[in-house]
């Protein structure tokens, strides 16, 4: 490693920030000519116009950003994908190379440096890069070196448990599958994946409370609701084709109440991309009701909504289903006598609302009967995000809003296959019957203790319990929380390597060994022994499709994830009875042992070769809830945020730009919210600026405060900001450093980045 110091952390140089209105609008014609910009500067005119032909397509190949389905009917032509999933197959198509001769010309400490936007814009990665101890550039490496090292690294620990393999969402059910068969081959389940930091608290809830940790709806869903409600969730940037959803609610003649402390454009009136008729004109509106709660003050203000049922009901009898909740739930009579402890008058502060607009509120709920509740992060990552989740399963059981058309639970997930990798086993808390039906089809003997997920795995490594990290795929030191110790944890390792398609901070960020692993992206065709092949992906609301690339590789230097899988795994277990190259060979192979291992992929190879592909089961959809405990929908108890806030402290929460994907940094606008060229900005109340002897775009620093500990961010300027007092907003990766590590959800483990307290200095 170089003497001078390796950047964990963005620059901290201002890129001059432009102010402009906020619009008033979202996607339209701005949106189309933004995405038609990206991907035009990115791969040039002419395979732009066949890239975006093929995106989302039967046909073509999976939108390498969000989960979010498409129609299983009819698919848009040439528009079936919305401007940050343009701007992703830009990133992954695109005409720039980061090729040896980069790596020669670029110590690692330099590109350190650099801002992620700039370490993103370098290029594909076209060649295995290493980096040996001691050295300060990457240089190439055969790919037989590079798994021998691998295979070296991992069989000369103590003990399997000393390796940590993560995984991001973006990998194929195919690679995925093998991945974890890999690993527990090895002998041990230190599986983190990024679920672990976004949707666990989603998937132990409803695990809780249905029986299944995904979501029960489908898209078709959306058209038959009387009433959506969306919380803590930005669609308009992070899911832009969940727009058309909720604009087909309306035109149904459904209802939209939006639950968020910040408004966003995109929720409030949209303008049909698919229609260029409609791109001029006002939009249509979408949010019928908008409750602009403080951070953290969701539970609070589910149970001023349910007290207000429950008084309803008992003087009509009509607002619960009491015959859904006979037949289908246990607990009722516990949560009616928890809710009973909970006064208005202490509830209502947490909210930051009126109990006018919270009765308003509960009127729609209480004369509606088909509805959906959709959320993000905004409701999963806090120290109470299980709770969260589960306090909206109350609501819809209450109301016999689960299992019929038109009425269930929407986590909206992000990478496009986050949801694939876990029913493929990616997780560190195995079922015993996956396990038992891995060691029936292939022979081995699977771990049982649980392994790491992303929190107790950066722990572990901090403490030298853990010395090889494998990422497959992703951006680990940017996505994590707590950025310094994050960085302290990987450095400690004897190995750290990743599967990436292009440059990143983790790549920077090293243990005393690196390897850079290149592989196939989505749209590129993937040849094997026996020819072309597909993959194949499950969205966010269990539909198994395939995926085909269609565009030759940018590099002869690439392999596709199952042949990286295959070949770290020939070279580390000398013994296996597993025969990984012809497994690699024919990915239909793969699925044969996916179909034999995991339920509902019954006559996978032929079912996913339907156009449009298969729903997987789904117990909550059917109104089937014997996987719970109880074998019944459970109704839970559930506690409202207990942070409470000293004087001049403020409450902190990590959001995305419009010009970003999870850690992808495609640019540096933020035109939804009014913010171009920068990204080291503090969203704050103009009243609490006042307080603070602010103004706009004063230079602030930013300290974080938890457990007696303080974590600091430097050089942020504020802008005055429609969201509630003592609340305020940051960019992430950014604002990373200053999520505590021991800062996280109970029972999730998901790190609290959108409960973050903190205090503001003026420089």
Known sequence: MSEKKIHSQPPEKLTGIELIDIPTSAVGAKAISSALTHIKNEVGIKKAIGLLAKINQKDGFDCPGCAWPDPDAKRAFLAEYCENGAKAVAEEATKNKVSPLFFASHTVQKLSEWSDYEIGKSGRITHPMYLPEGATNYQEISWDD?????????????SPDEAIFYTSGRTSNEAAFLYQLFVRQFGTNNLPDCSN?????????????????KGSVTLDDFNHADLVIVMGQNPGTNHPRMLTALSDTKKNGGKIITVNPLPEVGLLNYKDPQNPLKWIGKGQDLTDLFLQVKINGDVALLKIILKLMKARDEKTGTVFNHQFIKEKTAGLEELLTDLDTFSIDELLPQTGLSLEKIKEATELIINNNKIIICWAMGLTQHKNGVDNIREIVNLLLLKGSIGKKGAGTCPVRGHSNVQGDRTMGIWEKPKDAFLDNLEKEFSFKAPRKHGYDVVT?????HKNDAKVFIGMGGNFISATPDTEFTAEALINCDLTVHVSTKLNRS????????????????????????????????????????????????SEGFLSEPAIVGGIATATLKENKTNWTTLVSNYDLIRDKIEATIAGFDNYNNRVRIKGGFYLPNNARENNYSPTQTGKANFTINKPSDIRLEENQFMMMTIRTHDQYNTTIYGLDDRYRGVLNERRVIFMNPDDMKNQQLTKLDKVDLVSHFNDEERVAKGFLVIPYAIPKSCTATYFPETNVLVPIKSKARKSNTPASKTVIITIHKQ
């Open 197 to 213: 930091m976004c949707h666990e608290s989603s998937g132990v809830g409803l695990s809780e409370t249905l029986g299944i940790g």
């Open 457 to 461: 795995a950066i722990e572990a490594m």
């Open 146 to 158: 590079a798994f021998s090292l691998i295979g070296k690294e991992l069989n000369d620990l103590d």
């Open 507 to 554: 790549h920077l960020v090293h243990g005393k060994q690196a390897l850079i692993l290149p592989c196939l992206g989505r749209s590129e065709k993937d040849i094997q022994k026996s020819g072309e092949q597909f993959i194949s992906i499950e969205n966010s609301m269990g539909v198994v499709h395939q995926s085909h690339g269609h565009l030759n590789p940018c």
